[in-house]
């Protein structure tokens, strides 16, 4: 299933810098505003260690990792909501991305220039809160506008949509993004045929200079407080460092550069793992000669619809899976040894997938 992440923020936050960390794909970063007017796009493949395991014991032709869409948002600024700057551009951006990476500055720096004047992490997610949800509020008044006049005809489901949809925008004018609005299943209902941008799951980025990348800083303890009821995941980068690492040719010097800096892995890699666990997806593996191969599902999945992640008629004609753990699949070595071991179940349709499951599925069309 495809992933796609959408990195927002203010100008010059850091935003395009870290997008050519994840992507390598040297979009323009530049020291003024709106340096990005189109989306840069760009494929990344999900770091797991457990596909390399895999394939060090199967040695198959060929190995594939899942991806991720990660796309580059023009910057915003006060008045998006209205199509101020490339307001209308941005906002349409984002309501196309399955989650949000909001990337906020926390170093101080006199040669890159702050659109506001100064470095203020909680006051840029305020201007970037209020744009989005002032954009929804404009969505939900306008349904509601309109279930005015459906619910006119006195029937109990229009009458409950238009209350619904009157809840929200009660919450949304207390400045409560529609993601933190815990209510009744026919809301998050609404919430989701919306398309309401402050539904997206999200995740903070901290930008931060060298010297803060392990311990962070003020400013990333003022913003961590800001957020801390919000149930979003906060984490630290240096985009900068992140650069650099991008700019060294081979795995040996980027991991002595990663030691040097008293860092165990590229700081993207948690930006991937942190955007996976914010739309609670895990992985299942596929192993044999021809390919060892991940995917990506929702946590959750039955075994069927795993299986549809591969070709549609596999879900359709689903008889069984073979599963292996993870685990057992490595400590033994070879598939050969785990079913010598009894270690192989045999599973049906209502078989729950657990991330890390290394998967056979047998179907009939």
């Known amino acids: 299933m495809a992933l796609k992440c959408g990195i927002v923020g203010l100008p010059n936050v850091g935003k395009s810098t870290l997008f050519n960390a994840l992507t390598e794909a040297g979009a323009l970063a530049a020291n003024y505003p709106f340096a990005t007017k189109e989306p840069n796009v760009g494929i990344i493949t999900v770091p797991d260690k457990r596909l390399e395991a895999l394939a060090d014991i199967v040695n198959p032709q060929k190995i594939q990792p899942t991806t991720v869409e990660i796309v580059d948002i023009a910057g915003l600024i006060k008045g998006a909501s209205k199509g101020e700057g490339l307001g209308n551009q941005f906002l349409g951006n984002i309501r196309e991305v399955d989650a949000i990476i909001h990337v906020v500055r926390c170093f101080e720096d006199d040669n890159v220039v702050h659109v506001d004047g100064s470095v203020d992490p909680c006051r840029d997610k305020d201007i970037i809160d209020t ?161 060892v191969r991940a995917w990506t599902i929702m946590d959750g999945w039955k075994a069927p619809q795993a299986a549809g992640v591969i070709h549609t008629d596999f879900e359709k004609g689903f008889i069984r899976a073979e599963v292996i753990n993870y685990d057992d699949y490595v400590t033994l070595g070879s598939e050969q040894a785990v079913k010598a071991a009894g270690k192989m179940s045999v599973e049906g349709k209502e078989y729950v997938v657990n991330d890390g499951d290394i998967m056979h599925f047998l179907f009939n069309v």
């Open 131 to 291: 744009e989005l949800i002032l954009k929804d509020l404009e969505t939900v008044e306008k349904a509601a506008e309109k279930l005015k006049k459906a619910a006119k005809t006195r029937k109990k489901e229009d009458i409950r949509n238009l209350e619904v949809a009157q809840a929200i925008i009660e919450k949304l004018e207390a400045g409560i993004p529609a993601r933190a609005i815990a209510l009744e299943d026919d809301v998050k209902a609404s919430i989701k045929n919306l398309q309401l941008l402050t539904a997206k799951p999200i995740l903070y980025v901290c930008n931060v200079d060298e010297d803060s990348i392990h311990e962070g800083n003020a400013q990333t303890k003022a913003f961590q407080e800001m957020v801390k009821d919000e149930n979003a995941e906060v984490i630290l980068i240096s985009a900068g460092i992140e650069a650099d690492i991008v700019e060294l040719d081979s795995i040996e010097e980027r991991l002595e550069f990663l030691n040097d800096m008293g860092l165990s892995e590229p700081g993207v890699n948690k930006v991937i793992a942190a955007s996976y666990k914010l739309l609670n997806l895990i992985t299942y593996f596929t192993a044999g000669e021809k390919e």
